[in-house]
């Protein structure tokens, strides 16, 4: 079965905090991806990643940095926390290649207090 | 850019059969996914559409043309727990790389 695992489910921090949101994925996919999923706005893509050291700004990549040192695990950083940045983010793995489909993690809810 | 549309809410009775809307505008087109998200759950995918025409899986159906820039999600005998989120995304082909755009996603309430 396969899986994409997010390190929290909840999480709550406080402005100016440091935040590291991590992601495993036990598929051995190429492309990782990092959303966030506000009402009303639907999936906006951070950041991903197409292979180990590599990665791409998606649409809103302000206030955001990401690592991959590692094929399977894919971290999301916030450097310092504000209160806009409080959603719900969600994790992707994927195959390279067109016809691919994304597995999602479970999500973690964050709050920036 | 992309700009991808769907209803915000729909509502259904269960037995019957419901249509759900996507339309889009995008450079790069590689694609368009559909997902189902149940409430607090993670999305999970549905069907993808590269070609035009209708694909069908079992209970649910989706279409696809092109040249209009519009995709819809057929879902028949509707059950109570096809309540859920549907989200429509395109597959964005950027430098070579596939991302997906989602739209804000049609949530479906069936009633008995």
């Known amino acids: 079965d396969v899986k994409v695992t997010q390190s929290s489910r909840y999480l709550v921090k406080r402005t100016g905090e440091k935040v590291f949101l991590e992601c495993v994925q036990d598929?051995?996919?190429?492309?990782m991806f990092w959303y966030r999923q506000d009402p009303g706005l639907g999936l906006r893509l951070i950041y991903f990643?197409?292979?180990?050291?590599?990665?791409e700004k998606g649409d809103i990549p302000e206030g955001y940095s990401v690592s991959r040192e590692k094929k399977e695990r894919f971290s999301l950083i916030l450097e310092s926390a504000s209160t806009n940045q409080t959603s719900m983010y969600l994790c992707?793995?994927?195959?390279?290649?067109?016809?691919?489909?994304?597995?999602f993690g479970q999500g973690t809810r964050l709050t920036v207090v | 850019g992309q700009n991808i549309d769907q209803p915000t809410e729909m509502t259904a009775t269960e037995g019957a059969i419901v249509q759900i809307n996507c339309t889009y505008q995008?450079?790069?087109?590689?694609?368009l996914f559909w997902y189902q998200q149940h409430a607090g759950e993670a999305p999970t995918f549905l069907s993808y559409?590269?070609?035009?025409g209708l694909e069908e899986k079992g209970r649910f159906s989706s279409f696809l043309s092109r040249s209009k820039g519009y995709s819809y999600l057929l879902l028949k005998e509707l059950q109570m727990k096809d309540s859920a989120s549907y989200l429509c995304a395109v597959g964005h082909l950027n430098t070579g790389f596939q991302k997906l755009v989602f739209g804000t996603g049609t949530r479906l309430l069936v009633s008995p």
């Open positions: 990643s197409y292979d180990v050291k590599m990665k």
């Open positions: 559409n590269v070609l035009d």
């Open positions: 995008t450079s790069g087109f590689n694609g």
């Open positions: 598929m051995d996919h190429e492309n």
């Open positions: 992707a793995s994927s195959l390279r290649g067109a016809r691919t489909e994304a597995f």
